[in-house]
C-alpha cells in the first residue's frame, strides 16, 4: 500500500515539509515532499542508497534550505530563521549521523555534555542527569576515553546520548546502525525506542528493513519510503 | 559575532568550558605568539624614534626661535660705534630679554674649528657677532630688520628662520614617520591575525561542523576563536614591549651633549606610550579574528 506524496499524521507537527524540492548540482534530489511529524510519533524513512535520505534528514533540522516549498521546524518557516535562530532550533533536535562527529580532544562525558557547553549550561551542574544518562547508553565506564578509542556501536551510543541531553523534542538519526553489528543495532533500537515512550518524536533512515521490522515488534511506526525523488508511505509490504 | 557589552564582558571573562572546544594548536600559537611579540619590539623602535624626533623638533624650534644674531659688517673704525648703536636699538626693542655683544675670545672659539685657535681677529675684517636671545612672546624681526637699516647701516639680523624651518619640518616629518611606521606594523598584526583565525577556523572546519550540529551559535563559535588569538596577541605583544623597551633603555645615552642617534628612546610619560601597544594590539586581533571568523562561518554554512 503506497499513498503518494502527502505523509505524516493530522494536526500540528513539530516538523512540517510542504510541497518541498531540493536541488543540487543542477539536479533535481528531491521533488513535492509533504510531510508532517506529529509530537510523539515514530517514523523510519527508507530508499535505496543516494535516494536523498540524508538530504531529508537535513533539510529537517535546518541545515540545508528547501528550493522550493516550505519547511516549518516547531511552526517556523526556516527561511525567516536567523543563522543564530536556527542553532537554538537544534537545540530542540538531537541529530545522530551514521558517520558519528566528535571532538576528538575531548573525552566522552565533555562530547556527550557538548550541547550542554554550547547552551552555556555547564556539565558541572548537570553531573547527576550525565552520569545517568552514560549509564542509560551503557558507557559509564568509558567516559573519560577519547573518542577514536571507542568501537562502532560505543561511538553511536555516545552520539545518541549527545543528541538527547538538552532534552529535545524530536530525534533524527542517520543510518544509527549503518556500522554496527545485529546485538548493538537492537540495544540502539532499544533506546530510540524508550525516547519514543518519553513523548520524543523519532524519524529514523535507513536502508536496513530487518530493524524497520523489529521495531515494529515495539513500537507503533510509520514507513516513509523515498523512491524517485518522492516520498511515499509504505505499508504492509514492510 | 556582535560587538556589544555583553559580548566584550563574555571576551574579558573567558570560560574554561567554550575554550575547550577549540582544540590546541601548538605551533600556530607560538607562530602568532612570536609574531605578535616581534612586531610589538619594532613598534617601541617606532614610536621611539617618533617621540624623539618630535622633542628634537620641539627643541631645535624653541631653542632656535628664541635666539638671533646680529652681524655688524663695517669698517674696522665704526665698528664699536656700530655694534653700540644696535645695542642701543635692542634695548628698547620689545622682546628682547638679552643682548650683549661676543668678545674677541668667544668670536675666536667659534672660528677655531675651521681656522685654528692663533687666528689673529685684529688684522681680518670679521664681522662683530650680537647674540640676542628673545622673551617668551619674542620680538618682531621684519620691525627689527627695519629699524637697523635706518639706525645702523652695517648690521645684519639673523633670525636663524631660514635654516631652523627646513630642519624643524624634517624631524616632524620624520616624527610622523615613526607614527606611520606604528600604524604600519599594528596593520601587519591585523593581517597576520587574519591570515591565522583564517587557517585555524578552516582547519578546524569539523570542528564547527559539530558546533554548529549540537546547536551552537556562530557568536559563540566566533568568540571561541576570538578569545584566543586575542589572548595570543595580548601576550606577545606585552613580551615584545618589554623586551623593546628593555632594548631602548640599554640604548648609549648623549649625556650632556645630546644628539639625534643618542637621543632615540623615551623620557618622562613617554615611558607609558609603548606600554598601550598591547592593548592596542589585543584589540586589533580581536577585530581581526571577529572579521574573519564572521567571513569564515558565513562562507561554511
Known amino acids: 500500500m503506497l ?35 506529529a509530537p510523539g510519533s515514530f517514523h523510519f524513512l527508507t530508499g535505496p542508497s543516494g535516494a536523498g535520505k540524508t538530504t531529508l534528514l537535513k533539510l529537517c533540522y535546518g541545515a540545508l534550505l528547501p528550493t522550493a516549498g516550505y519547511v516549518r521546524l516547531f511552526q517556523t518557516d526556516v527561511r525567516s530563521l536567523e543563522r543564530d535562530d536556527v542553532a537554538m532550533m537544534r537545540r530542540k533536535i538531537g541529530v545522530v549521523h551514521q558517520d558519528v562527529q566528535f571532538l576528538d580532544h575531548l573525552s566522552v562525558i565533555d562530547n556527550v555534555a557538548l550541547p550542554l557547553t554550547v547552551s552555556g549550561r555547564h556539565a558541572e551542574a548537570a553531573g547527576p542527569d ?24 560505543e561511538r ?41 515512550r518519553m513523548g520524543k518524536t523519532v524519524l529514523i533512515a535507513t536502508h536496513d528493513l530487518a530493524l524497520i521490522r523489529a521495531a515494529k515488534a515495539q513500537v507503533q511506526s510509520r514507513v516513509l519510503r523515498i523512491s524517485n525523488r518522492r516520498l511515499q508511505l509504505a505499508g504492509a509490504d514492510l | 559575532m556582535k560587538f556589544d557589552l555583553r559580548t566584550l564582558r563574555a571576551l574579558l571573562a573567558g570560560d574554561r568550558h567554550a575554550d575547550k572546544v577549540v582544540p590546541p594548536s601548538g605551533f600556530t600559537a607560538q607562530l602568532t605568539l612570536f609574531a605578535s611579540g616581534a612586531m610589538a619590539f619594532l613598534a617601541v623602535f617606532a614610536l621611539a624614534l617618533s617621540l624623539a624626533s618630535g622633542r628634537l623638533a620641539q627643541r631645535w624650534g624653541d631653542e632656535l626661535a628664541r635666539t638671533a644674531t646680529i652681524r655688524i659688517v663695517a669698517p674696522e673704525d665704526q665698528r664699536a660705534q656700530q655694534t653700540a648703536a644696535a645695542l642701543a636699538v635692542l634695548q628698547t626693542t620689545p622682546g628682547i630679554a638679552q643682548a650683549r655683544a661676543l668678545s674677541d675670545a668667544e668670536q675666536q672659539a667659534l672660528l677655531a674649528p675651521w681656522f685654528g685657535s692663533n687666528l689673529p681677529l685684529d688684522s681680518l675684517p670679521v664681522p662683530r657677532l650680537i647674540e640676542i636671545v628673545a622673551s617668551e ?5 621684519t620691525g627689527l630688520r627695519l629699524r637697523l637699516a635706518a639706525e645702523v647701516p652695517g648690521a645684519v639680523l639673523d633670525d636663524h628662520g631660514r635654516w631652523r624651518a627646513p630642519l624643524v619640518s624634517a ?32 582547519a578546524n572546519a569539523q570542528v564547527v561542523a559539530v558546533l554548529r550540529l549540537v546547536g551552537a551559535t556562530d557568536g559563540y ?68 579574528t571577529a572579521f574573519a571568523a564572521n567571513r569564515a562561518l558565513r562562507m561554511l554554512s
Not at chain 1, 5 to 32: F, Q
Not at chain 2, 137 to 141: L, S, V
Not at chain 2, 178 to 200: D, H
Open chain 2, 171 to 202: 624631524a616632524q616629518r620624520l616624527r610622523l614617520v615613526g607614527w606611520f611606521v606604528a600604524g604600519l606594523i599594528l596593520a601587519a598584526v591585523a593581517a597576520m591575525v587574519t591570515l591565522a583565525a583564517n587557517a585555524a577556523l578552516a
Open chain 1, 130 to 153: 550525565l552520569a545517568e544518562l552514560l549509564n542509560w547508553v551503557g558507557l559509564t565506564n568509558r567516559a573519560d576515553a577519547r573518542p577514536p578509542e571507542l568501537s562502532g556501536g
Open chain 1, 3 to 37: 499513498r503518494h506524496n502527502r505523509c505524516g499524521e493530522a494536526g500540528t507537527g513539530v516538523i512540517e515539509l510542504e510541497n518541498v524540492a531540493y536541488s543540487y548540482g543542477g539536479g533535481e534530489l528531491l521533488s513535492d515532499i509533504s510531510v508532517k511529524l
Open chain 2, 221 to 288: 563559535i566566533a568568540q571561541a576563536f576570538v578569545r584566543r588569538f586575542t589572548v595570543r596577541a595580548l601576550i606577545g605583544s606585552a613580551m615584545g614591549v618589554v623586551l623593546g623597551m628593555g632594548a631602548v633603555w640599554l640604548l648609549p645615552s648623549g649625556g650632556d651633549m645630546p644628539s639625534f642617534l643618542t637621543g632615540i628612546g623615551f623620557q618622562g610619560a613617554g615611558w607609558l606610550v609603548p606600554l598601550m601597544l598591547p592593548i592596542i594590539s589585543a584589540v586589533v586581533a580581536l577585530l581581526a
Open chain 2, 137 to 141: 612672546q619674542g620680538f618682531d624681526a
Open chain 1, 156 to 196: 553511536q551510543r555516545a552520539a545518541l546520548a549527545r543528541a538527547v541531553i538538552m532534552s529535545p523534542d524530536v530525534v533524527l538519526a542517520d543510518e544509527p546502525t549503518g556500522n554496527i553489528d545485529w546485538e548493538m543495532s537492537q540495544r540502539l533500537l532499544t533506546l530510540l525506542v524508550e525516547l519514543n
